[in-house]
């Protein structure tokens, strides 16, 4: 094994570190910069994010149907966004799954932490944070509003998910990457 091959997403994170602080701003507006070395750039969020997988009684997944305008229309993702000042990635995880699904649990043990993914290794090598939660019946059904941005909110049973993703019907990389993850891991432990 050469030392070129990365063994851990540990020693991705640790290597990005360092290059991004040897490199230096293109662009940086209120929510991201734009950096540069080497002739690589990248785009960098100001903000941790946040990522959470609503598994609802252990048979589906809670998905908003999020307006996305530079697309054209609405995507079925999972509810993802920025931390605020002073929010914990906890507390922004169970703040994005209010805002996002109507969803309103409040106990920071309820998440479970699942490992990071990269959304693009070459451009947008973000360490999300990505939570896992369980969500029963009684706080489905008693969910609030959602946000403007979100169209709907619904439950898909594992099989649909699957089916979702290699009709395209479901389509963003990260929501897939993190559903498939869940979707095999699930397999293998049956096995």
């Known amino acids: 094994m050469t030392k070129e091959v990365l063994n851990t997403i540990e020693e991705a994170k640790k290597f990005y570190s360092t290059w991004a602080k040897s490199a230096h701003p293109v662009f940086k507006n209120k929510r991201f910069s734009l950096i540069e070395k080497d002739d690589f750039h990248v785009v960098e969020y100001h903000k941790k994010q946040v990522i959470v997988l609503p598994i609802f009684e252990d048979h589906s ?24 000042d002073g929010e914990s990635e906890e507390e922004g995880a169970l703040r994005e799954l209010r805002e ?5 649990i409040y106990d920071i043990s309820s998440l479970k932490k699942e490992t990071t993914l990269i959304v693009s290794q070459n451009r947008l ?40 993703i290699t009709t395209g019907q479901i389509f963003t990389s990260i929501t897939i990457s993190i559903l498939a993850r869940f979707l095999l891991s699930r397999e293998i432990v049956s096995i």
């Open 61 to 84: 997944i809670i998905m908003p149907k999020v307006k996305r305008h530079i697309l054209g229309g609405a995507t079925w993702e999972l509810p993802a966004g920025g931390i605020k």
């Open 100 to 104: 996002e699904t109507g969803i309103s």
């Open 125 to 164: 090598p973000m360490f999300l944070s990505i939570f896992s939660i369980k969500v029963g019946v009684d706080e489905f059904k008693q969910r609030n509003q959602h946000d403007h941005e979100v169209e709907s909110v619904s439950s898909f049973t594992f099989d649909k998910i699957k089916e979702m």
